[in-house]
């Protein structure tokens, strides 16, 4: 079983910055792909950024040159450094993983609100 833990979540003001990360635990994981993807309210669930076992790594239009993708294949965490905050990236940001191809996983979520 491999369940996910999620922290960096809060409240933050336009412009600023924080950094989410995202543990995974769980014996002999074989990770295809892990990331984030967020909920506003009344929408819908949307990718926010994702890297693969390799390195490979693909983001959301609405965040690329802010948010920065980065992961531990040692110790199985993901990273997101969001940056250049805006109150449209309030959400519930989820972590999200793919393990041996086929299985999915996420996370509790953890709430980012910023306020302008």
């Known amino acids: 079983q491999v369940q996910l833990v999620e922290s960096g979540g809060g409240l933050v003001q336009t412009g600023g910055s924080l950094r989410l990360s995202c543990a995974a635990s769980?014996?002999?994981?074989?990770?295809?792909?892990m990331g984030w993807y967020r909920q506003a309210p009344g929408k819908q669930r949307e990718l926010v950024a994702t890297?693969?076992?390799?390195?490979?790594?693909n983001y959301a239009d609405s965040v690329k040159g802010r948010f920065t993708i980065s992961r531990d294949s040692t110790k199985n965490t993901v990273d997101l450094q969001m940056n250049s905050l805006k109150p449209e990236d309030t959400a519930v940001y989820y972590c999200?993983?793919?393990?041996?191809?086929?299985?999915?996983?996420w996370g509790q979520g953890t709430q980012v609100t910023v306020s302008s």
């Open positions: 890297i693969t076992s390799g390195g490979m790594t």
């Open positions: 769980g014996s002999a994981i074989s990770i295809s792909l």
């Open positions: 999200n993983l793919i393990a041996w191809k086929v299985l999915q996983y």
